[in-house]
């Protein structure tokens, strides 16, 4: 049944099954809280009284987020949000989260099924960031993130790092990293840890997504061939 929510394009998998955990999903009338509970065709599911529509049309969202925009479908506190940057109709949603003060590349859909996809960490799909600290980079610094660094009693592993800008008289760096985790905050803590303050974060790649001529704000669909090419990253 989560599956079937979530490919309805309700919202992800993940919080499919928390939905169903909590009590808020019906099938035929009755309160369904078990998960891998088997449903056909002609089954009438429902979330906290709402007939699921399972004939959606999938769309497929690139936007290079600005500043101060939170990813979420909707905010308590009246913020802006990355679904309100996006002209549909359709019900999408962030697959995972940049910080409220972090840019860049984020994808969004209302596709369920591939939003679990790229948000499963077996998957290991790689996002790069560049990040501009306060001092530079030693080689210490170097050896200890080529050995992994534990951040919260977990190692992060990082796939490649490459100081791409130095600024001896601001003493900043521009500091370009690839990484197939989403931790929250995990990039600002990775240079927490080695005593840097990020000053400015952007992601520039998820897999192998760029944000091309996108300026801050703006959005495209995915191609066919882009959303195929996400799908055979399994």
């Known amino acids: 049944m989560q599956k079937v929510i979530a490919n309805s394009g309700y919202t992800s998998r993940r919080k499919a099954e928390e939905l169903i955990i909590n009590n808020h999903v019906e ?14 065709g002609s089954d009438i599911i429902s979330i906290d009284g709402n ?3 399972r004939q959606v049309i999938k769309e497929y969202y690139l936007l290079n987020k600005p500043r101060e925009v939170i990813c979420s479908v909707s905010d308590d506190k009246g913020r802006k949000t990355v679904v ?6 359709e019900r999408i949603y962030p697959i995972g989260r940049l910080d409220y003060d972090t840019t860049g590349l984020i994808i969004l859909t209302n596709d369920g099924q591939l939003a679990n996809l790229l948000m499963h960490p077996k998957n290991k799909i790689t996002k790069t960031y560049i990040a501009k600290i306060e001092g530079i980079l030693n080689e210490n610094d170097f050896k200890k993130m080529r050995q992994g660094i534990l951040i919260e009693n977990k190692k992060l592993i990082i796939d490649h790092v490459k100081v791409k800008e130095i600024d001896k008289i601001k003493n900043t760096s521009l500091v370009e990293v690839v990484i197939h985790e989403g931790r929250n905050h995990i990039i600002k803590k990775l240079f927490a840890s080695l005593g840097y303050d990020v000053k400015k974060l952007t992601r520039v790649k998820f897999a192998f997504l760029d944000l091309g001529h996108l300026k801050s ?18």
């Open 27 to 40: 099938v035929n009338g009755e309160i369904i809280n078990t998960l891998g509970f088997k449903v056909s």
């Open 51 to 53: 007939i699921l529509n």
């Open 84 to 89: 309100d940057l996006i002209d549909t109709k």
């Open 217 to 234: 704000g703006e959005y495209r669909q995915l191609s066919t061939k882009e959303v195929k090419a996400l799908y055979s990253l399994k």
